[in-house]
T-cell receptor
Framework: DADVTQTPRNRITKTGKRIMLECSQT?????MYWYRQDPGLGLRLIYY???????NKGEISDGYSVSRQAQAKFSLSLESAIPNQTALYFC???????????????FGEGSRLTVL | AQSVTQLDSQVPVFEEAPVELRCNYS??????LFWYVQYPNQGLQLLLK??????LVKGINGFEAEFNKSQTSFHLRKPSVHISDTAEYFC????????????FGTGTKLQVIP
């Protein structure tokens, strides 16, 4: 089983609908992230969380919200989806602070969202 | 804030030929550097990373990269590519010494031609 699991893997929805993408991890990492991938733009950070009580905006947080329900779960919500939110979304994790922290990210397999 | 530039969006190369994927970064302080690979319909996985020490870093699948501080570069190389290396490659940077945000480049698609 994957260490970082994203659901759903594919979703087609209509403009104005509320969408939630879920991420769960079995790596025991404190830090979790949501990235968005668009062709030619690479990966851009939406939100990140250092622990259950810590939520931070990334570079493109407008139109998104997140919830860290537990150390292992981090969900991304689009309250009212719009077509330019059509993208591939990745959840990632990394270890907490300390000597082991190299910044290496561990990714899920992605959730492809299409907003019509 | 740090940034990273991948100048080549696509690189076609014949099978068994060498390849270099270029990455330049910008930062006023020490950085950690990474190369990730994304195979079709998959997430990203780490190829290699530079944290400190030797400037030549070896990774998985025969890839290596060299950290050049004076040129602020971290180019990825492989002496002989295989069809299975066809993928998108991302350079990434973060400030050293503990968590900082990881910034990704825009990616380079490597197309290996039989």
């Amino acid at each position: 089983d994957a260490d970082v699991t994203q659901t759903p893997r594919n979703r087609i929805t209509k403009t104005g609908k509320r969408i939630m993408l879920e991420c769960s991890q079995t790596k025991g990492h404190d830090r979790m992230y949501w990235y968005r991938q668009d062709p030619g733009l690479g990966l851009r950070l939406i939100y990140y969380s250092f622990d259950v009580k810590d939520i931070n905006k990334g570079e493109i947080s407008d139109g998104y919200s997140v919830s860290r329900q537990a150390q292992a779960k981090f969900s991304l919500s689009l309250e009212s989806a719009i077509p330019n939110q059509t993208a591939l979304y990745f959840c990632a994790t990394s270890v907490g602070p300390g000597e082991r922290d190299s910044g290496e990210l561990f990714f899920g397999e992605g959730s492809r969202l299409t907003v019509l | 804030a740090q940034s990273v530039t991948q100048l080549d969006s696509q690189v076609p190369v014949f099978e068994e030929a060498p390849v270099e994927l270029r990455c330049n970064y910008s930062s006023s302080v020490s950085v950690y550097l990474f190369w990730y690979v994304q195979y079709p319909n998959q997430g990203l996985q780490l190829l290699l990373k530079y944290l400190s020490g030797s400037t030549l870093v070896k990774g998985i699948n025969g890839f290596e990269a060299e950290f050049n501080k004076s040129q602020t570069s971290f180019h990825l190389r492989k002496p002989s590519v295989h069809i299975s290396d066809t993928a998108e490659y991302f350079c990434a940077v973060t400030l050293s010494g503990g968590y900082q945000k990881v910034t990704f480049g825009t990616g380079t698609k490597l197309q290996v031609i039989p």
